[in-house]
């Protein structure tokens, strides 16, 4: 079947995104044949603007309008704590659940030999310059409690135990690291419950 | 939580898209960070003409890059079956499963009293003035076979009938109508078809 070279060219850019299939693809390239222009000229612009008009921040690598990041530059910010995500939706997530008031620090992804990531191609080193600051006393360890999230958080955890401590600042020991609670999700029901989350939810049990 | 207008706003350009809600859309905005300039480009531009460079058919309202489009014009197709379908869409699938030759005319949707689109909104009496050429023996009603596509399929027989015959030219008694098959889908399992699909697939019996 023949389709106008318009429609196969929006079709293919479409199914270079994540979890966009050929049927979905379609779907949405026709869909956008009904919409009016104005419409399709505003999500181009957006398209192009994005990353013109975003930056990574060079102390969190988090994005925003400026760098370094508006949370980075907060001082009302606890700025003992930093908490280190994989990606900056998870910085959306965090702030968004208002359980966080510290500074973030966006790995950029997790460790995945399969994948070839190794740590070079994260932030991973880029924070052990942030620990030498005197303030900082917690790194909590918030990756994704999968595989690859695990063995991300334990190789974090080696690195910062084993980074040479600057003349007369041993500070390493000094940094607590935590890794975020394991359990239930709020709603969930204890019987659909995998064996994995059950024993780390009794492990994680809290005084009541 | 505070986002960079970029963000924001690309996010809001693809939460307008169908299917698509808050979390897919930062889903895609945030991998979209990620990609080269030049695919973020090439992806606008691809939206942007989009509508300027197709068109729509003015004889069956499929869209091409000519009018009219390649399938009205191609004179080795059967000139004597009309198929009927929604959307653009479903004459790419047709075309794809290669079970059909003849013309086809889209009506843009179907009749939906709760979203208030009326045979006025489609093109429905479009497909009139095309009866009244002497080659055309076959209706194929190929709407889906939803309660929507099923009033449409109805609503076009009884105008199709009704319809006044130019002088001298009863064609519209002469024209055979049909609706497509109905049953079993290829690969599905009787046990777990719903009633109305056995039932159809009982009445839609043919002599093997």
Redesign the interface.
């Known amino acids: 079947?023949?389709?106008?070279?318009?429609?196969q060219?929006?079709n293919?850019?479409f199914q270079?995104?994540?979890?966009i299939g050929p049927k979905?693809a379609?779907?949405?390239?026709?869909?956008?044949?009904n919409v009016p222009?104005v419409?399709?000229?505003?999500?181009?612009?957006?398209?192009?603007?994005?990353?013109?008009?975003?930056k990574t921040c060079s102390v969190c690598f988090n994005?925003?309008?400026t760098d370094p990041c508006?949370i980075c530059c907060d001082s009302a910010r606890d700025q003992s704590t930093i908490c280190i995500v994989e990606?900056?939706?998870d910085v959306?997530a965090i702030?968004?659940s208002g359980g966080f008031r510290g500074l973030y620090h966006v790995l950029g992804g997790v460790v995945n030999p399969l994948e070839n990531i190794g740590p070079d191609q994260l932030h991973i080193y880029d924070l052990l310059p942030r620990l030498e600051s005197a303030t900082i006393s917690e790194i909590i360890l918030a990756t994704n409690p999968t595989m690859e999230g695990e063995a991300t958080a334990m190789y974090i955890t080696r690195i910062i135990k084993n980074s040479q401590p600057k003349a007369g600042r041993p500070r390493a020991e000094n940094i607590k690291i935590t890794r975020i609670g394991r359990g239930l999700p709020t709603g969930a029901d204890l019987q659909y419950a995998d064996d994995l989350t059950l024993k780390r939810s009794l492990e994680g049990r809290r005084e009541y």
């Open positions: 079947m023949h389709l106008p070279k318009a429609v060219k929006l293919e850019a270079r995104l994540p979890g979905s379609a779907r949405l390239t026709f869909y956008l044949l222009q419409f399709l000229d505003e999500f181009a612009s957006a398209v192009t603007g994005l990353k013109k008009h975003t994005i925003d309008e508006s990606h900056p939706l959306v702030e968004k």
